[in-house]
């Protein structure tokens, strides 16, 4: 017997952009998600962390994720499994997991031992999933007992090493549900950094064996190696994902071994789109088989003062979220640089500011403090409110 599953990931209900809610957007893309998973029957459904955007999410998020999970797990009887990731709170998110198991809706939020398998029966075939929360190297270092654990590899190195030593079942196909960043994998710019000072990726190599790994974290749906995939974003949570389709993936894994991926695409009510143009042509109206209604960043590329281009524009276009003007800067100009430098990250950043001011440049032992200082900041905000 083949079993089907669906895997998804980085919904970030109560996500915002420019400042627009997108709570609408994400109820649109979830009622598809629903049906899909209705129509589709698989064995069992799973989310690969940051379901929330946040820590703490606005209620309007809790409510619409409770009637997601309403209908996959208790309308529908389909086993929904789901694990913390970067964006979301384990405590918050892990709450009654005990309880809930019984209603086939198994929560995974805090990192812990042992790390239990939830078991699906395909129709008589029992497959192993092994559900693992954001594996934080600070949290390894201390649940697992592991002082070496620094970066992102060693701390799931170690967690999947614990997950081997509990013996997984030879007889038995196994599904590996993670939230890290696998080397190789392509970024986006809507992805929070998992660390500071290039820590932050996973060795592929650590999921030798499993039979599927349903990651999540990296927004654009992607394969990295035969076995891993990320389902990519619920929808585009920034603009440089406006080229890259946004979909739910269906898994088989047949009886005689191997595995087949179709992705089902998702239609947005209102695409992301980037446009370029002298304001001028752009005022002329939207080209054959584009939406007006989309939301757009537009480039203009006068080189003259305009007038309220903003104000003409959404005359024309409703939702321009943001207007960039490059054709005012020469090429390499601050705008350039600016972008450049928000690139290079924390680490780099102080690093650079710490030789200017004191004309030494920062010592190994210096990068790790900082970087640990950094990550135990970024802890302390997933947990304080908004």
């Known amino acids: 017997m083949s079993l089907r599953f669906i895997h998804t990931a980085d919904w970030h209900i109560g996500r915002f952009l420019h400042n627009l809610s997108l709570l609408d957007e994400q109820a649109h893309v979830l009622d ?6 209705e129509d589709s029957r698989p064995h069992a459904v799973v989310i690969a962390g940051d379901v929330y955007d946040r820590a703490i999410p606005p209620a309007d998020a809790v409510r619409l994720l409770s009637e997601v999970v309403s209908r996959i797990a208790m309308d529908s009887r389909i086993p929904l499994i789901v694990i913390a990731g970067n964006h979301d709170s384990p405590d918050r998110l892990g709450f009654g997991s005990a309880l809930l198991d019984r209603q086939n809706l198994f929560l995974r939020g805090p990192l812990s031992q042992p790390m239990e398998p939830v078991v699906i029966d395909a129709e008589g075939e029992r497959v192993n999933f092994y559900p693992i929360p954001y594996a934080e190297p600070a949290v390894v270092r201390e649940r697992f007992g592991v002082s070496e654990a620094h970066s992102h590899d060693a701390a799931m190195q170690a967690v999947i090493a614990r997950i081997r030593e509990q013996g997984m079942a030879a007889s038995r196909r196994t599904v590996a549900v993670a939230h890290c960043f696998v080397a190789g994998g392509a970024e986006s710019e809507s992805e929070r950094p998992l660390s500071v000072g290039g820590v932050g990726q996973v060795d592929s190599s650590r999921f ?3 039979d599927y790994v349903a990651l999540g974290h990296l927004h654009r749906p992607q ?11 619920l929808l585009k949570y920034s603009f440089s994902e406006a080229s890259h389709p946004k979909s739910i993936t269906l898994v088989e894994l047949p009886d005689q071994g191997g595995r087949r991926v179709e992705r089902i695409p998702l239609a947005p009510r209102h695409d992301l789109r980037i446009v370029e143009g002298r304001l001028p042509d752009l005022l002329q109206g939207p080209k054959a088989g584009e939406s007006r ?3 757009l960043l537009v480039r203009l590329l006068d080189k003259e003062a305009l007038l309220e281009p903003m104000g003409k524009l959404r005359e024309i276009y409703p939702n321009v979220l943001h207007l960039e003007r490059p054709g005012l800067f020469k090429e390499g100009a601050l705008a350039d640089v600016g972008r450049d430098q928000l690139r290079r990250g924390e680490q780099e950043l102080f690093a650079s500011f710490f030789e200017q001011m004191t004309r030494e440049p920062l010592t190994d032992a210096e990068r790790q403090v900082f970087a640990d200082v950094v990550e135990a900041l970024r802890r302390s905000e997933r947990e304080s409110p908004p």
């Open 293 to 295: 209604e989309d939301y």
């Open 223 to 233: 394969a990295v190696g035969a076995n891993i995939h990320y389902a990519g974003s």
């Open 32 to 37: 598809q998600f629903c049906r899909i998973v």
């Open 208 to 210: 030798a064996g499993f």
